[in-house]
């Protein structure tokens, strides 16, 4: 497939899934704007992949979201392709209840779970929030600012990144399974929506894939998640990457409102 001529926006591209998904658009030619939180990890990115363009941009930030979307149209063009990808981990919600979930694994090959990992009632607000803008509102700020160039085109590409847990809800992570869920539903209106002014909305929906970010602390849950997954290894960044590429292909030009998702057998049911 080739995206010469093309110009792709991918938010989150400083690092993990996003940096790959950039890298293997600028691979097919495409001129991609790499947006992310950090100005010094979006120019790594460019960086690496050998041209684009670096745009720091907080994606929960309506206002911050329509200057970005204004410099990439200034410096490269309107853009061809939209990749929602940005993501955001409440730390320490995740600090907390992955040892409890640790805990509930082991006694679940005991023979029976004692351990209550008060996910919900301990989510604070400010987590919540934060999950919920940069995931939901993000992937809604982002849209909205492709769509004022491509409507009037009659054609555009928008790819939104969820996750097997808005598939089917992750336990003691409800912020990010509402989060994903969302996207999946968001996905779906507007892909009904915009097919018939020719831009076609669908969404990438992966298992546990083996990111830099995931690792260190959280190897416990990472080794659970691995031998839980019936292909007994976790996803690769270029593997989420391709399927991202395929969708934005025309390659995928009948997919409408679809979600795929790479999850090495997790979830067959989709």
């Known amino acids: 497939m080739s995206f010469t001529g093309k110009i792709a926006v991918v938010t989150g591209g400083g690092a993990g899934i996003g940096a790959a998904i950039c890298a293997r658009l600028a691979a097919a030619g495409a001129d991609v ?21 670096a745009v720091p941009a907080d ?6 979201v329509e200057t970005a979307f204004d410099q990439v ?10 990749v929602n990808n940005a993501g955001a981990v409440a730390l320490d919600h995740v600090q907390r209840v992955g040892p409890l979930l640790d805990l509930q694994r082991a006694e679940a090959a005991n023979g029976g779970v004692q351990t209550v990992l008060d996910a919900v009632v301990g989510l604070t607000d400010e987590q919540w929030r934060l999950v919920m803008s940069v995931h939901l509102d993000g992937t809604f700020y982002c849209t909205r600012a492709a769509l004022r160039s491509m ?14 847990c ?4 992750c336990a003691g992570h409800p912020h990010y399974s509402a989060a994903k869920a969302g996207i999946l539903g968001f996905t779906k209106s507007a892909a009904k929506e915009l097919i018939v002014q020719g831009i076609r909305v669908n969404a990438v ?13 959280l190897d416990a849950g990472r080794q659970a998640n691995m031998a839980k997954t019936p292909a007994g290894r976790l996803g690769e960044p270029e ?3 391709a399927t991202v590429a395929f969708l934005a292909s025309d390659d995928a030009a009948y997919y409408v409102g679809a979600t795929l998702s790479p999850n090495g057998g997790l979830v067959t049911a989709v």
């Open 33 to 53: 704007a790499v947006l992310d939180l950090s100005a010094k990890a979006a120019q790594r990115t460019v960086e690496r992949i050998g041209r684009g363009l």
């Open 59 to 64: 994606v929960s930030d309506s206002a911050a």
């Open 151 to 164: 409507a009037p085109r009659g054609s555009g590409v928008i790819v939104n990144m969820a996750s097997v």
């Open 239 to 241: 593997e989420i990457a």
């Open 205 to 217: 929906a992966p298992g546990f894939v083996d990111t830099a970010r995931l690792k260190g602390a």
């Open 73 to 82: 149209a200034a410096e490269l063009g309107p853009p061809h392709i939209l």
């Open 166 to 169: 808005g598939l089917e809800g």
